[in-house]
């Protein structure tokens, strides 16, 4: 059974997250064909038969949404308290994202964490991207119980109506489907019983919660 399943049936039918049940639903159906498809064009390839520019394109976008699919199961999908995940498969995550994009990521923490601390983070991580149009750099740090999130780029676009989601308890911005991380992230780190702290600076934002 999928990870992700695992991890619902050991949640309490109390406290069902239905938006996180339906996102893992939905990256469990999707993953399966998009890897079958993958293996198809690699075999392809081993047969000599996937050469051209058509194929190329075909395989760099099934690459791309399998990576943004990974991300998206993390993000959206549901975590069960006591489920970790392993630093090799968040930095996987992050690399297939970041590769032919315009974002890097570095991941610090050297140990295997929390799943439902992580999917904070890959929350926190979709809202900065969401300021840095034309890409930048991103680093995620662990200080004891603590995460910080430093991001750094030549231009930096916050909207503050949008961003006062996250530091300001109640209050309600107009949010499309672009920008549900900025509802999702604030549910979140309630359930955590965190804080989310903002510093901007020219060319940087860092998260702290």
Do not use: K
């Amino acid at each position: 059974m999928h990870s992700d399943l695992l991890g619902v049936a050991r949640m309490s039918t109390h406290r069902l997250d239905l938006p996180a049940l339906i996102g893992s639903r939905i990256c469990h159906d999707l993953i399966s064909p998009l890897g079958a498809i993958g293996n198809g064009i690699e075999l392809l390839h081993l047969t000599g038969t996937a050469e051209g520019a058509e194929m190329a394109l075909i395989s760099e976008s099934v690459e791309s949404a399998s990576a943004r699919i990974r991300f998206f199961r993390i993000a959206y999908g549901a975590a069960a308290p006591d489920q970790l995940i392993s630093r090799a498969e968040v930095t996987a995550v992050l690399g297939a994202s970041a590769r032919g994009g315009r974002l890097s990521y570095m991941w610090e923490p050297a140990d295997d964490q929390p799943r439902d601390a992580v999917r904070m983070v890959f929350l926190a991580l979709q809202c900065l991207e969401s300021a840095m149009p034309h890409g930048g750099d991103i680093a995620v740090r662990r200080d004891g119980p603590d995460w910080q999130i430093v991001a750094e780029a030549a231009r930096i676009r916050l909207d503050d109506d949008l961003w006062a989601c996250l530091t300001t308890p109640r209050h309600r911005a107009a949010i499309g489907p672009a920008q549900v991380q900025f509802a999702l992230l604030p549910e979140a780190l309630a359930q955590a019983g965190r804080m989310l702290s903002l510093d901007i600076a020219d060319g940087s934002v860092t998260l702290r919660f």
